[in-house]
């Protein structure tokens, strides 16, 4: 008997690379490796790729050491590692739940205020929370009396794109901000003022949806900020676990910490060895771990079928977790980076292995 397919919604450049091997950022070699492992084989396709009437779908498959398309039943597993704006796409995802399919997932790019609002019905997430406003002008200004550092950020971007931070030095106000909203952007320029919000922050803020954040104390390296991804993935039994922890420290030109906007990857722990000796080691990850699942399983609460994320996260000086963000389709490449292949390898094998665990009838705890 064949082993029974796992699904992998990719979108159409990953698609289109997979019988060039050129498939980038993803990884895919290990999803079917996993599969060995698990005794499942993972087929890749997008939306555009299934018939409703027959439910079948035109995914390719790798055999004898090649990815050919097949047309087969759509798998009663899927996982959605594409993303997909328009309702859409939305809609029929919604009509494969409804005749059987699990899409885990299925949704993956939330609104930050969003998230930020799910996480503040919990008491024990709220003081790790930043104070938090749709970034209209008068919520600005408001933020403005009350901290004398602030972030901007696009509510629907990644990777750092379109963020601004505001900073009040000896009476002024300095705004740094990209020059435009390009992954590629490296232009930043610096407006200096007192009072009345530049224009170029006045129609960003009138033109896109953005939310405005205290500026949160983090913990530094040589003086940069750095927070951390943390990968967490539910496995093979169904609970949230924490897959990995890479620290991403912010380039001596700006605040940001993202690979993709310069910034570099350390580990934690020679972090806390080289800044922060004084610091119980063990204690602080564990801290780290705790919370990272805290918010896992608090958001899983309200976005059904959620079951792999990844979280930013920072520490204080004294090692307190603060939350930043969360991914929803988690870019794994930073364990690449970073060197650490074990981990890099895990963030792929335990989508299957969770895939396997609802194809043997398990239900996921809350």
């Not at 018939?51 to 097949?70: L, S």
Request: charged share 20%; glycine share 6%.
């Amino acid at each position: 008997m064949s082993n029974p397919y796992v699904g992998i919604l990719v979108n159409d450049a990953l698609f289109a690379g997979i019988p060039l091997g050129n498939t980038k950022y993803e990884a895919i070699g290990f999803y079917g490796d996993a599969g060995k492992f698990y005794g499942v084989t993972p087929c890749y396709f997008r939306i555009q790729d299934v018939r409703m009437k027959t439910m079948k779908v035109h995914a390719y498959v790798q055999e004898d050491g090649r990815y050919k398309r097949k047309w087969s039943k759509l798998p009663k597993v899927v996982h959605n590692r594409a993303i997909y704006l328009d309702p859409e796409s939305a809609k029929t995802l919604g009509e494969w739940s409804k005749r059987g399919i699990q899409i885990f997932n299925q949704w993956n790019r939330y609104s930050k205020l969003r998230i930020h609002e799910l996480l503040m019905k919990n008491e024990a997430i709220r003081p790790h929370l930043p104070c938090t406003f749709p970034a209209t002008i008068p919520n600005v200004k408001a933020m403005m009396a009350s901290y004398d550092s602030l972030i901007i950020k696009p509510t629907n971007s990644s990777i750092g794109r379109g963020v601004m931070k505001l900073e009040r030095r000896s009476g002024k106000w300095n705004l740094q901000y990209p020059v435009n909203m390009k992954l590629s952007n490296r232009k930043w320029r610096t407006l200096i003022f007192r009072q009345r919000l530049p224009l170029i922050l006045r129609r960003r803020l009138r033109t896109g949806s953005y939310m405005v954040q205290q500026c949160l104390p983090l913990a530094t390296v040589a003086g940069r900020p750095f927070d951390m991804r943390i990968s967490v993935q539910r496995g093979a039994n169904g609970e949230w676990g924490v897959t990995g922890i890479v620290a991403k420290v912010a380039s001596s030109k700006q605040f940001l910490t993202n690979v993709a906007q310069g910034g570099r990857l350390m580990t934690l722990t020679d972090i806390l060895n080289t800044e922060y000796p004084h610091l119980n080691q063990d204690h602080v990850c564990r801290e780290i771990t705790d919370f990272s699942l805290l918010v896992a399983q608090q958001l899983s609460l309200d976005l059904p079928n959620l079951a792999d994320i990844g979280l930013d996260i920072a520490i204080t000086k004294d090692g307190y977790p603060l939350f930043i963000e969360c991914n929803s389709k988690d870019q794994r490449y930073s364990f690449r980076e970073a060197d650490m292949q074990a981990c890099w390898q895990s963030t792929y094998y335990n989508p299957i292995a969770y895939a396997k665990f609802i194809l043997d009838g398990g239900t996921p705890p809350n």
